[in-house]
């Protein structure tokens, strides 16, 4: 094989990997993390610049490790034969399309895993033990939600305490101690994950229910939509309510502007007449979650270091 042939095969694997991944997945578990290191001030006052990266690299690793572990199984339980191929929905197909084999996508999701735990060990020995226990638990939820969490309606549920683990871990890491209101503004981030995981997970309700498992929009059944909206709604009461405490910086309060917009996403949803229709109230749910991730955390950052 040519030098240049070794390069197109290198650069398919990497293409390979990259896709069974999914990085921009991870945006809103990165932008928790760094609200997190920002939330008790400016982290580099606390721990340098070194331990900062190496909390957004673990979560970001420990995200990436899901993704591939999902494709996996969900590839193994023959749910990716059911599902439709959406840009959010049904996992990246990789392995329904062979670019990767089931074992290399194994082998991925657990080389990525133990790195995130490797890092998270680290942390231990710099910050103490709580860092450990949340990692851990962390990685608890990683081995038990595809196999068991989603199987029994906590899929969502999970999702938003990831959320909370990561804002947490990430300000218990720089800062040294551990607060409710840190808990509390945890809940905005995770309430985002949730609501980008259910509405991500419509349009694999009659696979989901083929293969057993309970998400939410499965129990809804038709008025999934409706569940969509209270979450929604939860995140909003939520945001406000740590704005009026003055937990969260004013600044935070324009992220209800995206919020309100999802009214727009539960209608189109409501109405949708085919999976084009549903795609389309995804990619704006997307949008919005994305939205709303960045006000917080820009809103953290500035009260941090002004």
Known sequence: MTLGGKTTESTKRLEAYTRIIRPVTAFSTVLAAIGGLFYAGNPLEYSGIHIPLLVVIGVALAHFSVNALNDYLDYKSGLDLLTPRTPFSGGSKALIDGILSPIEALGVAIALLLL????GSYLTLYRGLLVL??????????????KFLVKIGLGEVAVWAKGVLVFVGAHYTVAGFMTLEAVAVGMVYGGV??????ANFIP????????????????LGGRAWLGYL???????LILILLVTLKLLNPLAFLAVVPLALTYKVALKLKTSKDLKDVVEALAF??????GVDVIVTVAIVVGALL
């Open 133 to 146: 226990v949340l990692a851990v638990t962390g990685a608890l939820i990683i081995a038990t939600y595809n």
């Open 193 to 198: 994950s949730a609501l980008i995981l259910y």
């Open 285 to 290: 749910n997307a949008r919005i979650c994305r």
């Open 204 to 219: 694999d309700v009659e696979a989901d229910r083929v293969v057993g498992r309970k998400t939410l929009p499965v129990l």
């Open 116 to 119: 995130a735990l490797a890092i």
């Open 230 to 236: 209270m979450i929604s709604l939860t995140v909003t």
